[in-house]
Each structure stands twice: as C-alpha cells, then as structure tokens.
Nanobody
C-alpha cells in the first residue's frame, strides 16, 4: 500500500494550489482518505477527508472551510485537495492518509484513525 502526495509549491497569499494523492496497492474508493498538515513546531492536524464511495460525505477543519475542497477520482485511484485563497497560516507539509480499518467514522480528522500515510508535500504561502 502506497500513497503519493504531490502538487505542493510556493504561492502568494490569495493564490491557489491543487494537491494530488495517488493511491496504489488498494482501491481508494473503499476507504476514507484524508489530508493532514504539519507546520514547523506544531502538531499534525487534520484538514479534510472524504468518506469511502459507499458512504460519501466530506469533513473539513474550521480553518479551511469555504477555501479548500476535497474530491476523488475513482478511475484514477486518486484524491485531490483544491486550496483557494491561501493564507500564510496554511504553510505546512501536507500529507495524505488512508483509513483501511474503518476507524475514521467516529473521528474523521484524527491522526490515529489513519493507518497508511504518504510522504508529504511542502506548501509555502508568502505574504
């Protein structure tokens, strides 16, 4: 099982980026996939997640509601995070993660609910 995150970069405040998480080794449609981020000196925090195809639904952290959108393309076994109106506070390493044990139903944006992680992609927002 592997998750590959990509799409990070340097952008000015107010700009946009689209992160991609490509999954291999299992069918992502059957699992909840989430994006987390970790800024220097801070804990890793949940940003957004998308429930498996049978359940549907999405969850967002309050800090990104209305600015970020998570989506999936089952044909590509991929999940995306569209980030608009970026702020310097969004600067962090972004990780995608998969829940293959159905642990995220109760705690969708909790780190412990996810058992597979990608390697992270850096997002830097300049003011």
């Amino acid at each position: 099982v592997q998750l590959q995150a990509s799409g990070g970069g340097l952008v000015q405040a107010g700009g946009s980026l689209r992160l991609s998480c490509t999954v291999s080794g299992f069918t992502s449609a059957y699992s909840t996939i989430a994006w987390f981020r970790q800024a220097p000196g801070k804990e890793r925090e949940g940003v957004a997640c998308i429930i498996d195809t049978s359940g549907g639904g999405t969850y967002y952290a309050d800090a990104v509601k209305g600015r970020f959108t998570i989506s999936r393309d089952n044909a590509k076994n991929s999940v995306f995070l569209q980030m608009n109106n970026l702020e310097p506070e969004d600067t962090a390493v972004y990780y995608c993660a998969a829940d293959t044990r159905v642990m995220s139903a109760m705690y969708p944006l909790t780190r412990a609910s996810y058992d597979y992680w990608g390697q992270g992609t850096q997002v830097t927002v300049s003011s």
